[in-house]
């Protein structure tokens, strides 16, 4: 096989396998498809982190022109992926909590663990220690859109959420209703 | 002398039923009859059968069936008496004839004859009617109920041609009587028919008209048409004797009570009255034979006619369907209840064979009348004690068994197997050899049979090919064998036996969806896995087509290959519905075959 490592415009390092055509088919047999839905996990959580992109839908498979086309179609051997196919790869990736459907109760969005929320906790009280905004109140939009760009920008806020509940149950963190939204205080202690 | 008169010969060879009229049925018969003309004896018709219908009287002869044998009409009996008999003197029937009913020994029955064996056409509803109705019934048409013999002239000129034979013999003995009248004198001519033209006697066509002319030897024959009146004269009635209007039947073997109730009830019932009394009504005595005759004081039976006569035929004929079918249900309901005697008749031998096997091979001589009391064959054998106990008992032992299995493989081919019977040792063997033989025989078909003398033209059906469909094979095998076809079961039950006679062998193999194979080693799983894999490590990928090319079998069988395959792992597929241009889901797309590319893969992507 004379498949090689190829890298996209944006500066993905594409894998090897990415190139044979076998990858964008569903395979029949469970062992050989348990291997290449690992693969595809991989590619899909590594681009995600690469791009900083946090949601995929379905239909990023359906349409072409979105963020993901790079990773889902493949124009040198003339091969995409099936929306079925991402579909099936999405539920393997929530099954795996790799991702969580975004909203809940439906199958067509999920929202991209390339962080666990435990680690997006971490990441925002160090962020916060970082810049001495501790034991102040901060809203959400403070947190994701800050000045000065963070790890935390345009992070989607069911993930921030998750992460500071995670902070609030490990006592570093407390959640305060403000008169346009809601705020959070983080603490120092806990560790 | 009554029975020349009244009786008609009839050929006794011919069963009864055939010898009917259509409206005729039989009512009784009677064997060892003898029949008296007058009070003597006839000498010709001593041991006979007596078959009574609802017209006729039959007697047909014991040895001389052929000539001696004879019919009458009941309509000429007028009174039966009835002598049960006394020491040596047999039962009797005594029947006496009416003398004014006498037939025309000759006219009459030429007029039966041409009546019963020829369907004639109503002139009226050009209905068709069959031949074979009684003489009465026949002179009516059975849809209309128009009197044949409403055919005025054509009919009239049949009888008279038919007769002279008989009356020129007849009239010299009359003489005088029948002198021509003076207006047929020769001398005068011969009168026209149409234009009443006095012809001279020689011509034959009329001189003015053309019209063929009466011929002068038969002008007498035309003065006697209205025979009645001539009829009482020529046959000199002698009624002084009744003896010559007595037929006795001499019952000498019993059977006169039965016989002679059913004889009163068909004169009772005068069944030819009927269609005598619709002829009087229609053609007021214009035949000798429609005499009708008052004094038996019948009441008039009605017949039907027109549409509620076809009403009435058609009910009839439904009701003699209805009756056949039960009878012929009857007969099925029989062989039911005997097929159940047999099965349980088959059980009891089981059981008693069972019982009997089981106490034979204890060979105690003594003891065995005792021990086996179901054996029927052992007990006879062993009880005589003063038979040689040796030979005896070394006997039972080998020949008793073979009976036994004969007979049980018997009652299981008659599907009469009880569940209680075990399958023998025995039946199995025999089995196991037969499908031995067959196994033996489908090798010869699919490899080709190593005889010399058929060396050029057997060829097997897989010798050119590593793998073929059962069903392939199990329709060329039994083609092959022409008739004796094999059930799929059996033949089923022969494949695990096949590798054995083969060379080399032939294995089935059944795939994922079903199919079913034969096939040879180099088709068996492994290798065409390795094959492939190598193919496949050589080209990169291939279709399905392209590998059912290159191993020469069909696409399907290919298809059906490659993904047993595909379970192990070995491979996996790449579905151009994946395409980004030319694909699509259509039934254009093909499946392209790889080797496992994501089996240690190890990850060169970014991190």
Redesign the interface.
């Known amino acids: 096989?004379a498949?090689s490592?190829q890298t996209t415009p944006s500066g993905?390092?594409?894998?090897?396998?990415?190139s044979?055509?076998?990858?964008?088919?569903?395979?029949?047999?469970p062992?050989?498809q348990a291997?290449?839905t690992e693969?595809w996990t991989?590619?899909i959580l590594?681009?995600a982190r690469?791009k900083r992109l946090f949601v995929l839908r379905v239909e990023d498979a359906a349409v072409p022109g979105g963020d993901w086309d790079e990773v889902l179609?493949n124009?040198r051997i003339?091969?995409?992926?099936?929306p079925s196919?991402l579909s099936s790869i999405l539920a393997s990736m929530v099954s795996k909590n790799l991702a969580v459907y975004e909203p809940p109760k439906q199958i067509h969005a999920v929202l991209l663990y390339w962080r666990l929320p435990e680690e997006w906790a971490d990441v925002l009280h160090s962020w916060a220690t970082a810049t001495g905004q501790l034991n102040t109140i901060l809203t959400y939009y403070e947190i994701t859109d800050p000045p000065v760009p963070s790890p935390l920008s345009n992070m989607p806020l069911p993930l921030l959420r998750r992460a500071i509940n995670v902070l609030t149950r490990s006592g570093r963190a407390q959640i305060i209703g403000v008169a346009d939204g809601e705020g959070v205080r983080l603490f120092a202690g806990g560790k | 002398m009554a029975l020349q008169r009244y009786t008609a010969a009839v050929d006794g060879t011919i069963p009864i039923p055939a010898l009917l009229y259509g409206d005729e049925e039989l009512l009784a018969s009677q064997d060892n009859v003898g029949i008296y003309d007058g009070l003597q004896k006839a000498p010709n018709h001593q041991t006979g059968t007596v078959h009574v219908s609802t017209h006729r009287l039959f007697f047909i002869h014991a040895q001389n069936a052929s000539s001696c044998s004879f019919a009458m009409d009941l309509l000429h009996v007028i009174r039966t008496a009835h002598y049960a008999g006394l020491f040596k003197s047999s039962p009797k029937v005594t029947l006496f004839l009416d003398a004014s009913t006498s037939p025309d020994p000759a006219a009459g029955a030429q007029i039966e004859s041409d009546d019963v064996f020829e369907s004639w056409e109503c002139e009226v509803c050009s209905h068709r009617n069959p031949p074979g109705l009684s003489p009465a019934a026949a002179r009516i048409c059975a849809l209309c109920g128009v009197p044949r013999s409403a055919v005025p002239s054509s009919r009239t000129h049949q009888i008279s041609s038919s007769l002279p034979s008989s009356t020129t013999s007849l009239s010299p003995s009359v003489g005088s009587s029948l002198k021509l009248s003076s207006s047929n004198d020769p001398s005068s001519g011969v009168a026209c028919p149409a234009c009443t033209f006095l012809n001279y006697h020689s011509l034959r066509l009329c001189e003015i008209c053309s019209t063929p002319l009466p011929q002068v030897s038969r002008i007498p024959v035309i003065s006697m048409k209205s025979a009645p009146s001539s009829r009482s004269v020529s046959p000199p009635p002698d009624d002084g004797d009744p003896a010559k209007h007595i037929i006795k039947l001499s019952f000498r073997k019993g059977g006169d009570k039965v016989f002679y109730s059913v004889l009163r009830r068909a004169l009772k019932a005068q069944a030819w009255e009927a269609w005598r009394l619709i002829l009087r009504d229609n053609m007021i005595g214009s035949s000798s034979l429609a005499v009708p005759s008052p004094d038996r004081g019948s009441s008039p039976i009605s017949r039907p006619s027109g549409i509620d006569s076809i009403l009435r035929n058609v009910e009839a004929s439904a009701q003699n369907t209805r009756t056949d079918l039960t009878d012929a249900l009857k007969d099925l309901e029989a062989l039911m209840v005997k097929a159940k005697g047999l099965v349980q008749l088959a059980g009891e031998l089981n059981e008693k064979l069972t019982a009997s096997s089981t106490t034979t091979p204890a060979p105690a001589a003594g003891s065995m009348a005792v021990a086996s009391p179901f054996g029927s064959t052992s007990t006879i054998v062993v009880s005589s004690p003063t038979s040689p106990m040796f030979s005896t008992t070394t006997l039972v032992p080998s020949t008793e068994p073979e009976e036994a299995k004969f007979i049980r493989s018997s009652l299981s081919q008659l599907g009469l197997q009880m569940s209680n019977a075990p399958v023998t040792l025995d039946m199995i063997r025999d089995e196991r050899r037969w499908i031995e033989e067959l196994a033996r025989e489908l090798a010869r078909i699919l490899q080709g049979s190593a005889d010399s003398y058929s060396h050029q033209k057997s060829v097997g059906i897989m010798k050119e090919r590593g793998i073929v469909g059962l069903d392939e094979v199990w329709g060329g095998w039994n083609r092959a064998r022409g008739i004796a076809l094999i059930p799929p079961s059996t033949f089923l039950q022969i494949l695990p036996l096949l590798p054995s006679y083969t060379s080399p062998p032939i294995r089935s193999r059944v795939f994922k969806s079903g199919l079913s194979v034969l096939h040879t080693p180099p088709y068996t799983h492994a290798a065409f896995a390795s094959r492939l894999a190598g193919c496949l490590l050589m080209s990169g990928s291939q279709t399905t087509s392209q590998v059912a090319q290159e191993e020469n079998i069909t696409i399907s069988l290919a298809g059906e290959m490659i993904e047993a395959v595909e379970a192990d792992g070995e491979i996996c597929r790449d579905d151009s519905a994946a395409a980004i241009k030319g694909g699509g889901s259509g039934s254009g797309t093909e499946i392209r075959w790889w080797n496992n590319v994501f089996r240690e893969y190890v990850w060169d992507g970014q991190i």
Not at chain 1, 12 to 18: D, E, G, K, T
């Open positions: 096989m498949h490592p993905f390092l594409l894998p090897s396998i990415h044979a055509p076998p990858f964008f088919t569903e395979q029949p047999n062992n050989t291997q290449h693969q991989r590619i590594t681009y690469h179609r124009e003339n091969r995409r992926m099936l196919h």
